[in-house]
Structure formats: structure tokens, C-alpha cells
């Protein structure tokens, strides 16, 4: 057997905007915090790709084995893989995955299985390709592969998805910040495999108050290079949990010497930043500390392990704020989990297509007793 597109097969991307497109022509998801992964059954071979092409079989072997128990003899599906902690999605247990011993592997695999959040089907299970077919049409032939196989399957379930603006509200109601943000996909084209002509993604906006506990200098000039950000947790130690460095060089050539006279140990007095790396130079990798005086708001799209995952951007200093205010609860997510969306969406799935087959049986039935009047007459 094989497959009618290759494993190097390129998965649609989004363009990120700054808000939901809306009209009939739109399909909305959740935007799901793990890793893109195309997932390819080709009777007893199992292959699960990146965005980028690379094979991510040997770190998520639970996954590989969730696939292989499905009845169906192949397909190509593509997803995102997450791993539920508790009652929330942690990225830091997928970057653990990225172990270079399988014993590693399989041990974090016995700890936290991982599970395949699939909204789009490539192939079929007769091997039929289906990304010339609209996202529509895709989305009504997935939904239908998911009633057929996916029931009772815990490690591979089907995203939810929707075309009223209303469901969204509801979403973002039931789960609150622990929805990462939602994708938008145009229901009347065929799958764009490489390109972001047919989807756009809209991030959950989060902000925080920090305490400006250090800056570094930048690689080049005298002026500040990032303002090092921390947070105090409920032993009033203060953190570093991460930077901010969205700013001009005319601001920065404001601020530099403003800083400079603030410089005070310790600044944080619990987490501190590191020292040079091999990628910094001895300037960017020194830091000052600073006295704890200055808050700025900043905003941030994940905070996971204590950090924030990426450099933050600024959005204003915040001289109304007590630097002993800005607390790690900020950062605390719901205790509501983006999979309570899950249920809903493989328990309306099932409903639509036990309809769809319904509506199918019947037509077949009225054809079928109106060609045997036709016969009699």
C-alpha cells in the first residue's frame, strides 16, 4: 500500500491578525499549546512529522501506539500533539520529549501520555486523498472518520469546530485564559499545504505587572538592551521570570542612565537570571540589579515553568502599582481546562453524522420504493 501524498507533505500555517475574521466563509478552532504533527497510517506503518518535516515517532511512541490500534487500515490526519498535566496542557512535558534515550521517552510517556488533538483529515480510510476537496467538505469527512474509529480512543480525539462567532464567546466563557486563542480556516478552499492564504490565528492577549528587577546593556553601544522582569511568589521572593526588550532607541537612550542610577543588589532576591552563554557576549550576558522600585505592564502569550516562554512586549510603565502587588498570581491560569472543549465536540460530531447517515438511508429507502412503484406501473 501507499499513501497519495508524501510524508514530507507540507501542513497548512496561519497568519497571526489581530482580530477573529468573521462571515459564513470561516470555520473557528481552538488554538491548541502543543506541538503541529501530521500523522500518517499506512497499514502497519506509523509516521508522525513536525511542521518542519522532522519525524517525531521515537519521542511520542504512546502516540504511535494510539494509532496503530485504530481499525482504520490507513489515513493521514493532521493535528496537534499536547500532553494533559492535571487539568491543563504542558508545554515544559513536550519539550522533555525531545530526549535523545528512548528509556528517557518511555518513561515520561508512562508519566504524562500525550495525545493527538486532530481537526483535519489528508487521506482517507480508503487511501483517498481529500486536500483537493474544500475544508467543508474535509471537515464532514472527519467528522465522520472520528464517529467511525475514534469513539473510545482517549489518545486521538477530534477538535471542536464551529462557524458561528456566538460558539467562540462560549468558548472563551467556559474555559477562559486556558484557551490559547482560535483559528480561523476558510470553508470554500482545499487544503493550502505550505502557505497561510486559508487560515489565520488569533492569540489570547494576556498582560502582567513585573517589577523591573535588572536590565543587560546590548551587544553594541551603551545603552539597555532588555529590561529583566520578575515576579513574587507567596514567600515574597522575587523571581526572574523573563524579559522585555520592545522598545526604541530613543526610549532606550532615555531610560539607560534612569537605570543606571537605580543599580542596587541584590534585585531578585529569589530566581535570578543566568550568566553569559556561549551564544552572548560577556556585556549581554552580565546583568544589573536593580532596586525594586520600577513596575512595567508587559504582554505575554504563554507562561509556562515559571517563565514567560518568549520575550514579552511592552505596553507601559506603571508608576500606580506596588512593586509588592505584582505576584505570580497573575500568571496563574483557571483551573478550567481547554479539554473540557473536547467532549462537546466528538459527542456533536457523533450527532451530525449519525444524522448525515439517517438522511442517507431514508433518501435510499424513497428511491428505492419509488423506482419499485415506477416498475409496477
Given at each position: 500500500?501507499s499513501?497519495p501524498?508524501?510524508?514530507k507533505y507540507?501542513?497548512?500555517?496561519?497568519?497571526?491578525?489581530?482580530?477573529?475574521?468573521?462571515?459564513?466563509?470561516?470555520?473557528?478552532?481552538?488554538?491548541?499549546?502543543?506541538?503541529?504533527?501530521?500523522?500518517?497510517?499506512?497499514?502497519?506503518?506509523?509516521?508522525?512529522?513536525?511542521?518542519?518535516?522532522?519525524?517525531?515517532?521515537?519521542?511520542?511512541?504512546?502516540?504511535?501506539?494510539?494509532?496503530?490500534?485504530?481499525?482504520?487500515?490507513r489515513?493521514?490526519?493532521?493535528?496537534?500533539i499536547?500532553i494533559?498535566?492535571?487539568?491543563?496542557?504542558?508545554?515544559?512535558?513536550?519539550?522533555?520529549?525531545i530526549?535523545?534515550?528512548?528509556?528517557?521517552?518511555?518513561?515520561?510517556?508512562?508519566?504524562?501520555?500525550a495525545?493527538?488533538?486532530?481537526?483535519?483529515?489528508?487521506?482517507?480510510?480508503?487511501?483517498?486523498?481529500r486536500?483537493?476537496?474544500?475544508?467543508?467538505?474535509?471537515?464532514?469527512?472527519?467528522?465522520?472518520?472520528?464517529?467511525?474509529?475514534?469513539a473510545?480512543?482517549?489518545?486521538?480525539?477530534?477538535?471542536?469546530?464551529?462557524?458561528?462567532?456566538?460558539?467562540?464567546?462560549?468558548?472563551?466563557?467556559?474555559?477562559?485564559?486556558a484557551?490559547?486563542?482560535?483559528?480561523?480556516?476558510?470553508?470554500?478552499?482545499?487544503?493550502?499545504?505550505?502557505?497561510?492564504?486559508?487560515?489565520?490565528?488569533?492569540?489570547?492577549?494576556?498582560?502582567?505587572?513585573?517589577?523591573?528587577?535588572?536590565?543587560?546593556?546590548a551587544?553594541?553601544?551603551?545603552?539597555?538592551?532588555?529590561?529583566?522582569?520578575?515576579?513574587?511568589?507567596?514567600?515574597?521572593?522575587?523571581?526572574?521570570?523573563?524579559?522585555?526588550?520592545?522598545?526604541?532607541?530613543?526610549?532606550?537612550?532615555?531610560?539607560?542612565?534612569?537605570?543606571?542610577?537605580?543599580?542596587?543588589?541584590?534585585?531578585?532576591?529569589?530566581?535570578?537570571?543566568?550568566?553569559?552563554?556561549r551564544?552572548?557576549?560577556?556585556?549581554?550576558?552580565?546583568?544589573?540589579?536593580l532596586?525594586?522600585?520600577?513596575?512595567?505592564e508587559?504582554?505575554?502569550?504563554?507562561?509556562?515553568?515559571?517563565?514567560?516562554?518568549?520575550?514579552?512586549?511592552?505596553?507601559?510603565?506603571?508608576?500606580?502599582?506596588?512593586p509588592?502587588?505584582?505576584?505570580?498570581?497573575?500568571?496563574?491560569?483557571?483551573?478550567?481546562?481547554?479539554?473540557?472543549?473536547?467532549?462537546?465536540?466528538?459527542?456533536?460530531?457523533?450527532?451530525?453524522?449519525?444524522?448525515?447517515?439517517?438522511?442517507?438511508?431514508?433518501?435510499?429507502?424513497?428511491?428505492?420504493?419509488?423506482?419499485?412503484?415506477?416498475?409496477?406501473?
Amino acid at each position: 500500500m501507499s499513501l497519495p501524498i508524501p510524508r514530507k507533505y507540507a501542513p497548512m500555517e496561519a497568519l497571526q491578525v489581530g482580530e477573529l475574521p468573521i462571515g459564513s466563509e470561516w470555520q473557528y478552532e481552538p488554538k491548541w499549546d502543543g506541538f503541529r504533527c501530521v500523522a500518517f497510517r499506512d497499514g502497519d506503518r506509523v509516521d508522525l512529522m513536525s511542521k518542519s518535516g522532522k519525524p517525531l515517532g521515537r519521542y511520542f511512541p504512546d502516540i504511535v501506539e494510539a494509532l496503530e490500534a485504530l481499525e482504520a487500515p490507513r489515513f493521514v490526519l493532521d493535528g496537534e500533539i499536547v500532553i494533559p498535566v492535571g487539568k491543563m496542557l504542558s508545554f515544559d512535558e513536550l519539550l522533555l520529549r525531545i530526549h535523545p534515550a528512548a528509556s528517557r521517552v518511555r518513561t515520561l510517556a508512562a508519566e504524562h501520555p500525550a495525545m493527538l488533538i486532530v481537526f483535519d483529515l489528508l487521506v482517507d480510510d480508503r487511501g483517498r486523498s481529500r486536500v483537493d476537496e474544500t475544508l467543508a467538505e474535509r471537515r464532514a469527512a472527519l467528522e465522520e472518520f472520528a464517529t467511525t474509529y475514534l469513539a473510545g480512543a482517549g489518545s486521538v480525539r477530534l477538535s471542536p469546530a464551529t462557524t458561528a462567532e456566538r460558539t467562540v464567546k462560549r468558548w472563551y466563557a467556559s474555559v477562559g485564559s486556558a484557551l490559547d486563542g482560535v483559528i480561523a480556516k476558510r470553508r470554500d478552499l482545499p487544503y493550502q499545504t505550505g502557505e497561510r492564504t486559508g487560515m489565520q490565528k488569533l492569540k489570547q492577549k494576556r498582560t502582567a505587572d513585573c517589577v523591573v528587577g535588572g536590565f543587560r546593556y546590548a551587544s553594541k553601544g551603551s545603552l539597555i538592551g532588555s529590561l529583566l522582569l520578575g515576579l513574587y511568589d507567596e514567600e515574597g521572593l522575587l523571581n526572574h521570570v523573563g524579559f522585555c526588550s520592545a522598545l526604541s532607541a530613543a526610549e532606550r537612550a532615555e531610560l539607560t542612565p534612569k537605570l543606571e542610577a537605580l543599580v542596587q543588589e541584590p534585585g531578585f532576591t529569589g530566581q535570578a537570571p543566568g550568566g553569559p552563554s556561549r551564544w552572548s557576549t560577556a556585556r549581554t550576558g552580565e546583568w544589573k540589579p536593580l532596586a525594586t522600585k520600577l513596575v512595567v505592564e508587559v504582554e505575554y502569550d504563554h507562561f509556562t515553568g515559571g517563565r514567560f516562554r518568549h520575550g514579552t512586549g511592552f505596553l507601559r510603565w506603571r508608576p500606580d502599582k506596588a512593586p509588592r502587588q505584582c505576584t505570580m498570581k497573575q500568571v496563574e491560569r483557571e483551573s478550567a481546562s481547554s479539554l473540557l472543549l473536547l467532549g462537546a465536540a466528538t459527542r456533536a460530531a457523533t450527532r451530525r453524522t449519525v444524522a448525515s447517515r439517517e438522511k442517507l438511508a431514508l433518501t435510499k429507502s424513497r428511491s428505492g420504493k419509488a423506482k419499485k412503484k415506477q416498475r409496477r406501473v
